[in-house]
């Protein structure tokens, strides 16, 4: 077997892409079939599927992006027991989503590219949208999931089309929308382990010929389950009460104007996350024996409040040649608190000092504002172009406590400010029936400025305040080649921006910034309709390479956080998404990818863990070498499999699902060390219900983490080997009934 170097293997792979890019050009006598209008399925045939990775409604075949949809049937079975939005990892290819702040402040990762950054101000390269207003707050990304249509995944940049920090992809929400129709809607409700209740319905209301209203709630609660071997108090920890709701008014007057307005809201209380103090088995990444994950040392206060409004306000006007847009959206935190016990107790040994810590948000406001043009042109040019402005202003606290009184022992309280504009442009051009190009570009203005407002019995180390400000003109080339109606090939290049970031200061970092970074992305694919469309088959393949890529150093010795820039990362892989009819009855999904990241910068070294075994090099100082290290929390495989067995009756229904996930081992940390690097992990669900009454109705009983894998999903390591675990196994039943 011939070894390639690293620069080979990069070289190949970016040939492929362009070589397959190279291939979709129409040559010679090439195949060009004309593309039939798509009818209802048969009963044995996968539903088209139409996405809005273009900011157009497209047949997801003819789309040259490496784009995963979520139904809502999918998202009803993996949220029916109050799960939140991180139980969306794995469940596409090359998605992950985790967070050391539980139900809130969820972290996404695309292609193994995402911020392990836990500060109250941290960016992602993950776009979070929902209904068509960027989320940009982390805080603001956690909205839980109710009442809606979709959820697309986009892979890759899309810094073109979409508004803020894209680079690694975007998650798209797109809620259930009114109707003019009829009164309709549903109503579920769900009892599983631990009290856990879930309950949600909507309400569809036409309230004249050009008015509709859709009214939608959410009701998730669980008990306190596990014990406090500190206190000695039984079931006093990890409980949570959540409610949202969201209230959308349509107006549609005529065929050529229409509205759409949404007033939404969330709140939640309950348990900070909870961490264990010596939970990990020293030189290994195993969990202690006789580990209990209902019980927990904590000798702090526990808690978590959150509050979080919006509106938005959709407008378009289908004129003769053009379409116009207006999204409006205003998110706002009106109050955000999580106040835990971060060492995970004092109890076992080899525990340096205890930690009592609260963070959260005073208020944060985000404005946003776009405008686009989208042409309607019957002839092979058609494009879009638009202007986007972002505003907000955020207001956040870090306290610390002595442990034992729960005394405030230090204040630190920060603002930033954050002001962004953009114009965009995209052009889509039919060479022939065949082959279709397209092409973006994408002027960026970001705008930056931090200041420490108050420093309560700290004494900071200067600079306490940052402005920054940066330009970006980000670009995508992309063709598509329809080899037959059924059959099409992709290949694309982009690129991406992230803006720079800051991070507070504390009593022994001053304020850092982190330059902006830039991505360039080679993809090339192949999507199909196999067996007269009983099958549905993507592939990918991808590279990357991130400049000045922004990090985050966490811990050490001391409990502080800085940002970083490496110079860069590489990464490359593979998707592959599968699903079909085996037999009329029988309906199975199976989905992967291969993520290869590696920090590409020798000169970057970090503090390590003060009891921990660390595999990387040290330097003279001390500091692990990081350089080609995988980016943190990034597995290099992931698995999806989905199966539906359907038993029709007289009467209705019964069906079996089940859906299974496994991710490789994954590093928590930018350094390595054997403690610190996440087992592999494999959870599965299984569903058995009855469909009645046309489908009316539905009864089920359900398992989540059925084969009640314990895992170490995240650590903290300045202190002890205390870690945080995935969520426990969990069975319950289910009603739902629409009307």
């Not at 949809?69 to 109050?82: F, R």
């Not at 595999?615 to 597995?635: E, R, S, W, Y």
Request: glycine residues 8%.
């Amino acid at each position: 077997m011939i070894k390639m170097s690293k620069m080979q293997k990069r070289l190949c792979a970016k040939s492929a892409a362009m070589l397959a890019l190279s291939a979709a050009l129409p040559i010679g006598s090439a195949y060009a079939d004309e593309v039939a209008a798509d009818t209802t399925p048969a009963a044995s045939q996968l539903e088209t599927v139409t996405v809005t990775a273009q900011r157009r409604k497209e047949n997801i075949r003819d789309v040259p992006v490496s784009v995963s949809m979520l139904t809502a049937q999918k998202l009803d079975v993996i949220v029916s027991g109050g799960q939140d939005i991180r139980m969306l990892a794995g469940k596409v290819p090359s998605l992950n989503v985790e967070s050391s702040n539980g139900r809130t402040f969820p972290r996404f990762y695309i292609r193994g590219y995402g911020n392990t950054d836990f500060n109250i101000f941290a960016s992602q390269p993950v776009s979070l949208i929902y209904d068509d207003v960027v989320q940009e707050n982390p805080i603001l990304k956690g909205y839980p999931i109710f009442d809606v249509a979709n959820v697309e995944v986009l892979r890759g940049p899309q810094g073109t089309l979409f508004g803020r920090n894209t680079p690694a992809g975007v998650v798209k929400f797109e809620s259930a929308k009114p109707s003019l129709d009829k009164v309709e809607g549903y109503y579920s409700g769900s009892v599983a382990t631990h009290n856990t209740i879930n309950a949600e319905g909507a309400v569809n209301v036409p309230l004249s010929k050009e008015w509709a209203m859709r009214v939608s709630t959410l009701r998730q609660h669980r008990d306190d389950y596990v014990d406090n071997t500190f206190t000695g108090q039984k079931d006093s920890l990890d409980g949570y009460n959540e409610h949202a709701e969201r209230v959308q008014v349509l107006y549609a007057p005529n065929t050529t104007f229409n509205a759409l307005f949404n007033v939404h809201q969330r709140n939640t209380t309950g348990s900070a996350r909870l961490f264990f103090a010596n939970a990990i088995k020293p030189g290994t990444n195993d969990l202690v024996d006789g580990f209990n994950p209902n019980a927990s040392f904590t000798n702090a206060l526990n808690f978590q409040e959150l509050r979080t409004n919006g509106a938005s306000a959709r407008l378009s006007w289908d004129l003769d040649g053009v379409k116009l847009y207006s999204i409006t959206g205003f998110e706002r935190v009106g109050n955000y608190l999580s106040h835990g016990d971060i060492d995970g107790g004092v109890g076992g040994t080899n525990t340096p000092f205890d930690v009592e810590t609260a963070g959260g948000i005073t208020s944060v406001k985000q404005y946003s504002q776009e405008f686009r043009a989208e042409s309607k042109n019957a002839g092979p040019l058609n494009w879009q172009a638009g202007v986007y402005y972002f505003n907000e202003d955020a207001n956040g606290f870090s306290d610390t406590f002595n442990a034992s009184s729960h005394v405030l022992a230090s204040h630190l309280a920060s603002r930033q400010k954050n002001t962004a504009w953009a114009t965009f442009g995209s052009v889509n051009y039919a060479v022939n029936d065949a082959f279709m190009l397209r092409a973006g570009l994408r002027y960026t203005k970001d705008k930056k400025d931090f200041d420490t407002v108050a420093a309560d019995r700290v004494v900071q180390v200067n600079p306490t305040s940052a402005d920054v400000s940066k330009s970006k003109v980000n670009w995508d080339l992309s063709g598509t080649y329809k080899y037959t109606k059924d059959l099409s090939f992709y290949g694309r290049v982009a690129t991406g921006f992230r803006a720079p970031s800051i991070a507070p200061a504390s009593s022994s970092v001053p304020v850092t910034v982190a330059d902006a970074e830039t991505i360039t992305s080679y993809e090339a694919g192949v999507k199909a309709d196999l067996f007269d469309r009983r099958a549905r088959v993507a592939f990918s393949i991808y590279d990357y390479e991130v400049k000045n890529q922004q990090l985050t150093v966490v811990g050490g010795n001391s409990n502080v956080t800085r940002l970083i820039n490496a110079a860069k990362t590489n990464g490359r892989g593979a998707e592959l998404e599968l699903e079909g009819f085996v037999t009329p009855s029988l309906k199975m999904s199976l989905g992967g990818s291969y993520n290869f990241t590696e920090i590409d910068d020798p000169s970057l070294s970090v503090a390590t863990c003060r009891s921990c075994t660390v595999t990387d090099p040290k330097n003279a100082a001390g500091f692990a070498v990081i350089n080609g290290n995988a980016l943190p929390q990034a597995p290099k495989w992931t698995v999806t499999a989905t199966g539906r067995y359907s038993i029709p009756t007289e009467t209705g229904e019964f069906y079996v699902y089940t859906d299974w996930s496994y991710r490789s081992k994954i590093n928590f940390f930018l350094y390595e060390s054997t403690e610190f690097t996440g087992k592999s992990m494999v959870e599965g669900g299984l569903r058995a219900g009855y469909i009645f009454q046309d489908g009316k109705y539905e009864v089920a009983a359900f398992g989540r983490n059925i084969t009640n894998t314990k895992r170490v999903t995240g650590a903290i390591d300045f202190n002890n080997l205390t870690g945080f675990i995935n969520e426990p196994r969990q069975f319950g039943v289910q009603f739902k009934g629409n009307f």
